[in-house]
């Protein structure tokens, strides 16, 4: 019986070491069995849009991996599924109706145009879900299913405009893509205009993609305004200012401030086409600060060192990064707490400190204006210093005014 007892010892301590590593392989195992967040993304990859919007996959997907890198969400994985919206609003709607109830998604990420925004908000609205918008926009919406991470007007177009208005002049040319937000975009000009004794040269609209735009350009050559406010989408940007080379308007006599051009958009079209005329963001690759080059080394670490980046796709990666935050603090990780958490939210961004405004869901951002350089980057020659609080409703507009030009814009 002596010998047998120390053997009973060691037997009940390795049946011991069995069971404690038994129970680590189940845990470690059980929380990588936990199944994947399956998230949506919605861009144009195809047509028109698909200059602007491919860039902004590659933001929400660094977004995920640094996400995934640091544990996911509570131990899950985040997948992301890509549609390709084709620069088509209600086929972009049809994927959305897909991810939502056939792929299982938690959150959509996506949409550049007004008119694609609206037709998704629609499927998004029905299932109570939730999306994330990337893109500045012409205000005159809120929803409780949408987190918009872009500008409204008082921090993008209305600054731009009145700037524009100090610096140059007061007789403004408007030219835009046909369709919601341009057209709302410069009914807001207009009532700019008039309040600050402005005048409307001329107000002209050409259909997406249009590329013919000769008439009008020399149209402009022949009015001479002070400047022109150009809220054109996609590539009929790169046609534009051509034309407006060809026809020898040049940006120190007419410059030109756009609400749709950015880094990417400079790139794909040849900087020097746009040098020395205006865009206003939220966000310039040209920011000097430690968060902004911080970002810029991972984008490019990850996705080459020639990429340049602009404002929806820094958007588009702090949508996700709030969405992230927002699900790691929820109790539950459901869509209606997540919600609830969101309206909480506050990041330090590379474009600077932003917060979930929780009365329209819209963020509170800083307001920069640049020159465009003919390096494809943009000089900051005017920038607000602080965040500015969200108006999705401009207040210099008469309540049943708004309450008109919200319902024509839907």
């Known amino acids: 019986m002596q010998t047998l007892l120390p053997v009973n010892k060691k037997l009940s301590l390795v049946l011991v070491l069995v069971l404690v590593l038994v129970l680590v392989l189940v845990l470690v195992l059980g929380d990588r069995a936990k199944p994947n967040i399956k998230i949506g993304v919605l861009h144009s990859l195809t047509g028109t849009m698909a200059v602007s919007e491919t860039p902004l996959v590659d933001a929400v997907r660094l977004a995920v991996e640094e996400a995934n890198q640091s544990g996911g969400v509570n131990g899950a994985q985040i997948e992301m599924i890509i549609a390709d919206c084709r620069s088509d609003a209600d086929y972009c709607a049809q994927q959305a109706e897909q991810l939502i109830t056939q792929d299982g998604v938690q959150a959509l990420f996506g949409c550049w145009t007004s008119t694609c925004r609206k037709a998704v908000k629609a499927v998004v609205e029905k299932h109570h879900h939730l999306l994330f918008y990337p893109v ?4 005159l919406e809120q929803s409780p ?4 991470t ?10 731009m405009v009145s700037w524009a208005m100090q610096q140059r002049g007061k007789r403004a040319y408007l030219i835009g893509s046909d369709y919601v937000f341009p057209r709302t975009a410069n009914r807001i000009v207009k009532k700019l205009l008039l309040a600050k004794d402005g005048q409307l040269v001329a107000e002209r609209y050409v259909p997406l993609g249009e590329r013919s735009l000769d008439v009008i350009v020399n149209d402009i050559a022949k009015q001479r305004p002070d400047f022109v406010v150009n809220t054109l989408n996609g590539d009929s940007n ?7 080379q060809k026809a020898g308007v040049h940006a120190e006599d007419i410059p030109v401030f756009s609400t749709s051009i950015a880094e990417a958009e400079l790139a794909a079209m040849g900087p020097e086409l746009m040098a020395g005329h205006y865009a206003a963001w939220n966000y310039f690759q040209s920011i000097a600060s430690e968060e902004n080059r911080a970002y810029i080394e991972r984008f490019r670490r990850r996705f080459g060192q020639q990429r340049v980046l602009d404002d929806p796709m820094e958007a588009a990666y702090i949508g996700m990064q709030l969405w992230v935050n927002a699900l790691r603090s929820a109790d539950a990780p459901d869509i209606a707490t997540v919600k609830i958490v969101l309206a909480q939210q506050t990041l330090a961004a590379p474009e600077g400190i932003v917060a979930v405004d929780a009365d329209t869901r819209h963020l509170w951002k800083p307001v920069r204006i640049g020159k465009a350089r003919a390096d494809g980057q943009f000089e900051i020659v005017w920038q607000s210093g602080r965040s ?5 409703f401009p207040f210099f507009i008469p309540r049943a005014e708004r309450d008109a030009m919200a319902g024509d814009a839907r």
């Open 238 to 244: 790169q046609y534009f200012f051509r034309a407006l």
């Open 388 to 392: 500015i609080a969200p108006a999705p």
């Open 145 to 148: 299913d949408i987190i918009y």
């Open 150 to 159: 872009g500008a409204v007007p008082n921090q993008q177009l209305i600054p």
């Open 136 to 139: 500045q926009y012409e205000g």
